[in-house]
T-cell receptor
Framework: KAGVTQTPRYLIKTRGQQVTLSCSPI?????VSWYQQTPGQGLQFLFE???????NKGNFPGRFSGRQFSNSRSEMNVSTLELGDSALYLC????????????FGPGTRLTVT | SQQGEEDPQALSIQEGENATMNCSYK?????LQWYRQNSGRGLVHLIL?????REKHSGRLRVTLDTSKKSSSLLITASRAADTASYFC???????????FGQGTELSVKP
């Protein structure tokens, strides 16, 4: 069974630009969660989608948004990028949600200059 | 703020020794999970322990949970160089839906 895939793996953007990251979950998984990982703040929950609906959201500004498609693939978008948005963005999929075993993708390394 | 806090932040041991990592959390939980991350890559799920369980084993891993102290520990026995990684505990609250990670313990196992 194919694992969770994330594209692109690396991305360099300039302040003020926007970016879209993509996540394809394991086949059959309906829950997709997104996390931001930085050296200073660690791993922080962004949001979780289940069957195309956002069920939970972390404490991030409205510049961070996401969506999930009918095939469970998910995208997250960050508008008006700031230097502090430089991070490893991880997505994870599971059958039911974050409370149970999650399968993580390799992450997208975003650098904002 | 992070739900979980882990100690030590870093641990260096020799192959064959045991490694113990501790995690403390703040609010009541449903489950507590442990994950491993190798050098800035994706996380790998290791073990899940439910709030009504006190101990769980999986291969060389042993996890304990003390809900009265809001703490958990992960023991890796007979460690190997391949165990070198960062280890994170993660909790979800009764409201569910959010998995909150600790800051992690960086384990280095020297051959």
């Amino acid at each position: 069974k194919a694992g969770v895939t994330q594209t692109p793996r690396y991305l360099i953007k300039t302040r003020g630009q926007q970016v879209t990251l993509s996540c394809s979950p394991i086949s059959g998984h309906r829950s997709v969660s997104w996390y931001q990982q930085t050296p200073g703040q660690g791993l922080q929950f962004l949001f979780e989608y289940f069957s195309e609906t956002q069920r939970n959201k972390g404490n991030f500004p409205g510049r961070f948004s996401g969506r999930q498609f009918s095939n469970s693939r998910s995208e997250m978008n960050v508008s008006t990028l700031e230097l502090g948005d430089s991070a490893l963005y991880l997505c994870a999929s599971s059958w039911t949600g974050p409370a149970y075993e999650q399968y993580f993708g390799p992450g997208t390394r975003l650098t904002v200059t | 703020s992070q739900q979980g806090e882990e100690d030590p932040q870093a641990l260096s041991i020799q192959e064959g020794e045991n490694a113990t990592m501790n995690c403390s959390y703040k609010t009541s939980i449903n489950n507590l999970q442990w994950y491993r991350q190798n050098s800035g890559r994706g996380l790998v799920h290791l073990i899940l322990i439910r709030s009504n369980e006190r101990e769980k084993h999986s291969g060389r891993l042993r996890v304990t949970l003390d809900t009265s102290k809001k703490s958990s520990s992960l023991l890796i026995t007979a460690s190997r160089a391949a165990d070198t990684a960062s280890y994170f505990c993660a909790t979800d609250s009764f409201q569910g839906g959010k998995l909150i990670f600790g800051q992690g313990t960086e384990l280095s196992v020297k051959p």
